[in-house]
């Protein structure tokens, strides 16, 4: 069984903060679920180019305010309660009207040393160097 809580996350090597958003990694690839789970911040009043296409997402809004444009696509508002699902590596840009916090799900599992690149993607396991 695995417990954690989120005060012992917080201020470590798996609380990474980034310019537009925060994620404090709950389980990685190295728990063995076989996904990864994170509690992420996005930044009040910041835009994100995210693009995952070596990963599915599964994300959970508990509290905030923002939306979700698929780039060439529709735009989805993004309150507490919304889920959104990127099945099919959607491109998009995440919007924070109001600081929002997710709880995000990612399979492959992340590793924890990923970093978006130019085009918002994180890489494989296998290109990390």
């Known amino acids: ?24 990694r709950l389980l990685l690839k190295k728990d063995g679920m076989g996904f990864s789970m994170h509690d992420t911040i996005i ?11 070596n990963h599915v997402e599964a994300v959970y809004c508990i509290e905030g305010e923002g939306e979700i444009e698929v780039i060439g696509g529709q735009t989805y508002p993004i309150t507490p309660g919304v889920l959104y699902a990127l099945d099919g590596h959607e491109k998009h840009l995440l919007r924070a009207s109001k600081q929002l916090r997710m709880v995000c ?25």
Do not use: C
């Open 1 to 24: 069984m695995i417990v954690k809580h989120l005060n012992d996350i917080v201020n470590t090597k798996n609380d990474i903060d980034a310019e537009t958003w925060n994620s404090r």
């Open 43 to 53: 930044k009040a009043g910041t835009e994100t180019l995210i693009w995952y296409r």
């Open 105 to 129: 799900v990612f399979n492959p599992p992340l590793t924890g040393a990923e970093v978006h690149d130019k085009d918002g993607v994180y890489p494989l396991e296998a290109e990390i160097q």
